[in-house]
């Protein structure tokens, strides 16, 4: 298996480079991530298809529409099936096309498409994972400046007085969305991994907020 894996895995990655774009939060860096995380799940799941899970990994985000798109809700269900057509010119096995194009669909959180495969399973969690911890605190930031949004609410940044709204304040999204993903983890090593990544964004919002909060200094006389 690990020598299939070598023979597709720089096509994989030719076919995702290809199609990427600006968006350093869904770089080629981020799919190595994706694959990573995967390969430590896969060890739990030796059922599970590595090459399907390895093919969705590097090609989940051949259409990548920006957060604040009409249509991002649909973006993981085209890059399914431009995945499959590429794969197929590629002669991948047809008999893997479908499972790894669920893969793709239903790791998108926006798509909200439940995975029925454990391959599918592993992706989400795989993808998911990523959005937590440093690096997913650095990408969150990243997205939130390329959209345009504050970095917290001047005065309640914590929302104890307001709705939140991840869109306008950055820190928001932590509770919106980040805070939810250790529980929908689909794998027992992916809600373990979340909760361990879900303590460092916590651990940094806590200082933030210390930091952010911090009463003026008196002038002196």
């Known amino acids: 298996m690990n020598e299939l894996l070598n023979s597709w895995q720089p ?4 076919l995702a480079n290809a199609a990427s774009d600006s968006d350093g939060a869904h770089d080629t860096s981020h799919l190595h991530r994706v694959w ?6 896969l060890n739990d799941y030796p059922e599970a298809d590595a090459l ?6 590097y090609l989940h985000d051949l259409v990548n529409l920006p957060k604040n798109h009409p249509e991002r ?4 269900r085209q890059a399914a099936v431009l995945a499959q057509q590429q794969l197929a010119a590629l002669d991948f096995p047809p008999e893997r096309l479908a499972a790894v194009a669920h893969a793709i669909e239903t790791h998108s959180f926006s798509a909200a498409l439940p995975p029925h495969t454990i391959e599918a399973k592993i992706v989400q969690d795989a993808d998911r994972l ?12 990243y997205t939130a400046g390329r959209m345009g949004s504050a970095l917290a609410h001047a005065d309640d940044p914590l929302a104890e007085r307001r709705a939140r709204d991840d869109k306008a304040y950055s820190l928001d999204h932590i509770e919106v969305k980040l805070a939810t993903l ?7 090593a992916g809600k ?5 990544r879900m303590q460092q964004l916590y651990a940094f919002r806590d200082n933030f907020v210390a930091e952010w909060t911090a009463l003026p200094a008196t002038e002196a006389p």
């Open 11 to 14: 096509r994989l990655i030719a």
């Open 36 to 41: 990573r995380n995967a390969s430590l799940l």
């Open 52 to 57: 399907v899970v390895l093919a969705a990994c």
């Open 73 to 76: 809700h649909l973006a993981s």
């Open 130 to 141: 990523d959005a937590l911890g440093a690096v997913g605190l650095a990408r969150l930031f």
């Open 182 to 188: 250790p529980g929908m983890m689909q794998t027992a």
């Open 192 to 196: 373990r991994l979340g909760m361990e």
